[in-house]
């Protein structure tokens, strides 16, 4: 199985500073890679698939990069509603996994 | 919009079977473009993916290996849902559970999610 490893577990923002959180497979998943974000007592949300491409309606402050093993997930300009969990999903193959994710907190 | 709405018993007995249905609305459980899938969460697993079925000219199914001696997913045209069942469940089974579809290999619409527990 591929591993997902997150880092950070957890980081404190304030409203308008930037956020990245990586993501690292343990084997290569070329850009078979998703961001999702969860709030408490919801379903995880796509923002962005292929690692890069943004799902419809995400906010472009939403950004990611990488191929290969190594990924990032970057809000600009936090806001209060980005204030959230998020996991990294490798498609590459079965069994599909996630990552363990990154709780963004307000500082 | 696809909406998923789950339902089922949230508590199950140690060594039944847990069951819950996925109804789809805003699209067909036999699209031959989308896979549907169960996932659960846990404090101490994390999201996991538990398996999937999909039609291409006939139906297909994937299960975690982890799961594959317990798990069924059962899709129903009639009433386009589909369910999960788990056999022999143990405490350790006690998650959120959530349907989801797949399109294009990324989970792009989920159920609200239900807590299952496993107790007696």
């Known amino acids: 199985d591929i591993q997902m490893t997150q880092s950070p577990s957890s980081v404190s923002g304030s409203v308008g500073d930037r956020v990245t959180i990586t993501c690292r497979a343990s084997?290569?998943?070329?850009?078979?890679l998703a961001w999702y974000q969860q709030k408490p007592g919801k379903a995880p949300k796509l923002l962005l698939y292929g690692a890069s491409t943004l799902q419809s309606g995400v906010p472009s402050r939403f950004s990611g990069r990488g191929s290969g093993t190594d990924f990032t997930l970057t809000i600009n300009s936090l806001q209060s509603e980005d204030f959230a969990t998020y996991y990294c999903?490798?498609?590459?193959?079965?069994?599909?996994?996630f990552g363990g994710g990154t709780k963004v907190e307000i500082k | 919009q696809v909406q998923l709405q789950q339902s089922g018993p949230g508590l199950v007995k140690p060594s039944q079977t847990l069951s819950l249905t996925c109804a789809i609305s805003g699209d067909s459980v036999s699209s031959n473009s989308a896979a549907w899938n169960w996932i659960r969460q846990s404090p101490s697993r994390g999201l996991e993916w538990l398996g999937r079925?999909?039609?291409?000219?006939?139906?297909?199914?994937n299960y975690a290996e982890f799961v594959k001696s317990r798990i069924t997913i059962n899709p129903d045209t009639s009433k386009n849902h589909f369910s999960l069942q788990l056999k022999s469940v143990t405490p350790e089974d006690t998650a959120v559970y959530y349907c989801?579809?797949?399109?294009?290999?990324?989970?792009?619409?989920w159920g609200q999610g239900f807590l299952v527990t496993v107790s007696s």
């Open positions: 079925t999909y039609y291409d000219s006939k139906w297909y199914f």
């Open positions: 084997q290569d998943i070329s850009s078979w």
């Open positions: 999903q490798q498609a590459d193959s079965f069994p599909l996994t």
């Open positions: 989801a579809k797949v399109t294009a290999s990324w989970f792009d619409s």
